[in-house]
């Protein structure tokens, strides 16, 4: 996967502990995922935070995939 991809994602160690952002907030990527796994609409997400636009949110969703199609060792799901 290319990095051009995420061009609405970024790190920095000077913000948010270098937790991954939307660029140009103080968004966490980990808050959106979370909201959406509770059940929350993106357009509800959108409401909330009218900084972001549905591209990022989206791109939040492939960056988790990405990471999780990266991972080398088993994570172990509840039965």
Known sequence: MSTK???WIITDPKICHG?????GTRVLV???LEMLAEGMTIDEI???????SKEMILEAIALAAELLRRERRVIPLPA
């Open 30 to 32: 980990s808050d959106v």
């Open 5 to 7: 991809r995420f061009r």
């Open 46 to 52: 959108l409401e909330e935070y009218p900084q972001l």
């Open 19 to 23: 937790k991954p952002i939307f660029k």
